[in-house]
């Protein structure tokens, strides 16, 4: 089955400075990817996705990147707030089946 | 607005009572889940359903069970509580596509103690 490797752990990064979170997927049949944000006490949001047919896609002050031939795709923020301190969660669903594979998770520390 | 509802949002319990979990939602959708997280932490996928009278065992074993008598309703049940038990569930929808998101409830949180 798929797996995802989802790093850093925890990012602690100052107001302003850019967050970049790293996924890495097994399955080669994967082909849709979305990230989401889980404030404290809160549900989990999705914030942005990609599907395979398409390397980048930006939405304001975040965007992920696809790399299909290395398998890893990443979420990038830039100009950080405190209120983007979240738990992140990436995944990666196969064309085959509708329960994606999530990593375990970024805790984002966003310090005023 | 169509959304995923959870109810209760949180229950503390004492070990041996029987726990029903309530999700319900107005998306539309066949597709339902839960999940088992400690805060802050993994999602792990325990039951998922694709319509009704369809249930089905996730990655994580759980003691818990599910039903699907109604497409909006997917309630999940603990027959006798214990503290191992204690944690976030999520309910989650989605749609018939394949490539579209998930989406979630605000979650019960569970004590047992």
């Known amino acids: 089955g798929e797996n995802v490797e989802q790093h850093p752990s925890t990012l602690s990064v100052q107001e302003g400075d850019s967050a970049v979170i790293k996924c890495t997927y097994s399955d080669s049949a994967s082909n849709y990817f979305p990230w989401y944000k889980q404030e404290l006490g809160k549900r989990p949001q999705l914030i942005i996705d990609i599907r395979s047919n398409v390397g980048e896609k930006k939405d304001q002050r975040i965007a992920v990147t696809l790399n299909k031939t290395a398998k890893h795709f990443s979420l990038h923020i830039t100009e950080t707030q405190p209120e983007d301190s979240a738990v992140y969660f990436c995944?990666?669903?196969?064309?085959?089946?509708?329960?994606?594979?999530f990593g375990r998770g970024t805790s984002l520390i966003v310090h005023p | 607005e169509a959304d995923i509802y959870q109810t209760p949002r949180y229950l503390v319990i004492g070990t041996g009572k029987k726990i029903t979990l309530e999700c319900s939602q107005t998306m539309g959708h066949d597709k339902m889940y839960w999940y088992q997280q400690d805060p802050g932490m993994e999602l792990h996928l325990i039951h998922y359903?694709?319509?009704?009278?369809?249930?089905e065992k996730g990655d994580l074993s759980s003691e818990s069970t599910v039903s699907r008598i109604r497409t909006e309703h997917f309630p999940l049940t603990l027959e006798s509580a214990r503290p191992s038990h204690t944690s976030q569930y999520l309910c989650?929808?989605?749609?018939?596509?394949?490539?579209?998101?998930?989406?979630f409830g605000d979650g019960t949180r569970l004590s047992i103690l």
């Open positions: 989650a929808s989605s749609s018939d596509r394949k490539d579209q998101p998930q989406h």
């Open positions: 995944a990666a669903q196969t064309g085959g089946s509708y329960i994606p594979t």
């Open positions: 359903s694709y319509g009704v009278n369809s249930t």
